[in-house]
C-alpha cells in the first residue's frame, strides 16, 4: 500500500516524532524487559524492607511500598497495563469510529444527517461520568474497562472520517468500482478506507493519551484496575496516602505518567504536522 | 435572537432525555440488585424491599416513575444514606463544589487570557517560549498528579498552605483546591489565546490601529481582545466538564464535603440511586451550560445566528 509507505517515510523525517516516539518505545521496552530480569517480583510483600527509599544496590531502583513490594518492577508493570489498555481502548475506538463516520459519508444524504446529529448529540455529554456508573452497575469488569473507555473517544474520529470519506467518495477509482459492480459496503472496507491511513494514525495517536487518562483517572478513584493488578493511575493514588513519610512513592509513578502523557500529545502534534504537510503539498 | 435562543432551547431537550435514558439503562442492565451484597435475606422480606422501591414493576412502568420524578426534581431515595432522598444530598453537597468549580473557573480564564495575550505579544521570545512550555506541560499532567504535587509541595515540604479540608478555616484551605483545578485550564486557555490572539494581531484592521498611532495597549483592549476571545469562549463548555470531573478527584484528594466526594463514595459503596443522580445532575449542568455559552457566542457574534 503506498498510502501507508508515504506516510512512514514522511513520519521518519519529522525530528519531533522520531524522538517522542523513541523514548515512549524506550519506555515500553524497559516496562517488558525489567520486570524479566529484576530479581524481585511484583506481588511478594517482605515486611523487613517496608517503604524502603530508592537505591541501587540489590536492584530497589525505585524502592519499595507500604507493603515491602518491589516499586521498580510495580511501576513497569502498571506502564504494561495503562499502555495496553490504551492500546485496546484506541482500537475499539477505531474500529466504531471509523466504520460510523465511513458509512454516514459514504451514504451521505438524510442517513448522514441524523448520523451526525447523533455525533453531536453525544459530543455534549460528559461521558466519563457513564463510565463510572458502568464500572458501578457492572462491578468493575476488566473487559469492560476496554470497552467502555474506547466508546468514548470514537467521536472525533467519526467526524474527521466522516469528513475524508465524502471527498474521498467523489473520486474516480470509486466511481470505477461502483461502476464494476462492486457493493456499498466493499467499496466502504476495500477502497476507502485504506485511504484513510493518514488521518486514522494520527488521531489514534491523539486517542492513546485520552484513553491513558480516563484509565488511570479510574483506577486513582479505585473503580479501574483492583489490587493486585496495577496501573499507573492507582500507583499514583497508593503514593498519595504515603506521601508525607515517603515522597517516592508517589514521585515515580506521577513522573511516569505525565511522561508518558506529554510522549504522546507531542508525538501527536508531531503527527498532525506531518499530516497537514501532505494537504498542503 | 430570540428565536435562535429558543431553537437551542428545545434542542436540549431531545439531549437531556438521552441522557436519564442512557443513565438510567446502564444501572439496570447490570446484573444483580443493589441489595444482592448484604446477607441472603427470606424471600418475603427481599419482595418487601423490591416492593418498597419499585424493583417488582416491569422496566418501562419504573422508567417512567423515574422519569417523572427526574422532571419534578426528585431523583428518588439513596440506597445507603436511608432517610436521604438523592436530590436532597445534591442539594447539601452541591454548593461547595459550585463555589471551588466556580473560582477555579474565574482563576484559569484571568491567568490563562493573561499569559496567552503576553505570549502572543511577545511571540518567539524567551517569555513565550517558557510560557508555552509551561502551557504544554500543564496539558499533559492531569489534576488528580497535579493536586497531589502540590500537597507535597507546598503543604507538606513548604509548609506554607495546608494540605487537608477539616480541622482548617478560612480560606487558605479554598486555595490548594482551587489552584489544582485551574492549573490545566489555564494552560489550555493560554494556548488557545495565544493561537486566536497571534491570528487577530496579524489582520488588516489591526494593522490600520497601529498605522493610526494607537498603543499597543489600546489596540489589545478596544480590538484585539473581543475577536481574539471567540476560541477562548466556544472552549468553555468542555472546560466547564473538565472542571467538574477534576472536582470529583480534587475533592477525594483534598476531603472536602462537595458532591464530588459523594459521587465517589456512592460509587464505592454501589449506591446505584446516588450515582445514577449525580450522574444525571452533571451531565444535564453540562448540557446546560453548554447553551448557556452558545447562547453567549451567539450574542458576541452575529455570524452564528444568522447561519
Known sequence: MSAVRGFWRRTRDSRAAMFTGGLLLGIVVVAIVGPLVSPHDYLQTNFDELLRRPTISDLRFFG??????????????????????????????LVIGVTYGAIAGYVGGR???????????????????????????????????????????????????????????????????????VSSLGIIFRHITPNLVGVVVVYVTLTIPQAILVESFLSFLGLGIQEPQTSLGALVDAGVNQMEGASWMLLIPATL??????????????????????DSR | MLRYALLRLLGAIPTLLLVVVLAFLMVHAAPGGPFDAERALPADIE????????????????????????????????????????????????????????????LALLVGIAAGSVAA??????????????????????????????????????????????????????????????????????????ASMIDVLGSDFIRTARAQGLRTAAILRHHALKPAMLPVLSYLGPAIAA???????????????????????????????????????????????????????????PRIRHR
Request: glycine share 6%; proline share 3%.
Open chain 1, 64 to 93: 519499595t511500598d507500604d507493603l515491602g513490594r518491589d516499586l521498580f518492577v510495580r511501576s513497569m508493570m502498571g506502564v504494561q497495563v495503562t499502555i495496553l489498555v490504551a492500546i485496546v481502548a484506541s482500537i475499539v475506538s
Open chain 1, 111 to 181: 442517513v448522514d444527517a441524523v448520523m451526525m446529529r447523533f455525533v453531536d448529540t453525544l459530543y455534549a455529554l460528559p461521558f466519563i461520568f457513564f463510565v463510572i456508573l458502568l464500572m458501578v452497575a457492572f462491578e468493575r469488569n476488566f473487559l469492560l474497562i476496554f470497552i467502555a473507555i474506547g466508546a468514548i473517544n470514537w467521536l472525533d474520529m467519526a467526524r474527521i472520517v466522516r469528513g475524508q470519506t465524502l471527498s474521498l467518495r467523489e473520486r474516480e477509482f470509486v466511481q470505477a468500482a461502483r461502476l464494476t459492480g
Open chain 1, 257 to 278: 505518567l505525565a511522561v508518558i502523557l506529554m510522549c504522546f500529545n507531542f508525538l501527536g502534534d508531531a503527527m498532525r504536522d506531518v499530516f497537514d504537510a501532505r
Open chain 2, 47 to 106: 419482595a418487601n424491599i423490591a416492593a418498597a422501591y419499585h424493583l417488582d414493576e416491569p422496566l418501562p412502568q419504573q422508567f417512567l416513575r423515574y422519569l417523572r420524578g427526574v422532571l419534578q426534581g426528585d431523583l428518588g431515595p439513596s440506597y445507603r444514606y436511608r432517610d436521604h432522598t438523592v436530590s436532597a444530598l445534591i442539594g447539601a453537597a452541591f454548593p461547595l463544589s459550585l463555589r471551588l468549580g466556580a473560582t477555579a473557573m474565574l
Open chain 2, 121 to 194: 505579544l511577545r511571540r518567539n521570545s524567551v517569555v513565550d517560549r517558557l510560557l508555552m512550555g509551561f502551557a504544554m506541560t500543564g496539558i499533559s499532567i492531569p489534576v488528580f498528579v497535579v493536586a497531589p504535587l502540590l500537597v507535597l509541595l507546598l503543604a507538606v515540604k513548604l509548609q506554607w498552605l495546608p494540605a487537608g479540608w477539616s480541622g482548617n478555616e478560612g480560606a487558605s484551605r479554598y486555595l490548594l483546591p482551587v489552584i489544582a483545578l485551574a492549573l490545566p485550564q489555564i494552560a489550555y486557555i493560554a494556548r488557545l489565546t495565544r
Open chain 2, 243 to 301: 472542571i467538574l470531573t477534576g472536582s470529583v478527584v480534587v475533592e477525594e484528594i483534598f476531603g472536602s464535603p462537595g458532591l464530588g466526594q459523594f459521587f465517589v463514595r456512592g460509587a464505592l459503596n454501589r449506591d446505584y440511586t446516588l450515582v445514577l443522580g449525580i450522574v444525571i445532575f452533571y451531565a444535564s449542568l453540562v448540557v446546560l451550560l453548554n447553551l448557556v455559552v452558545d447562547l453567549l457566542y451567539a450574542a458576541i457574534d
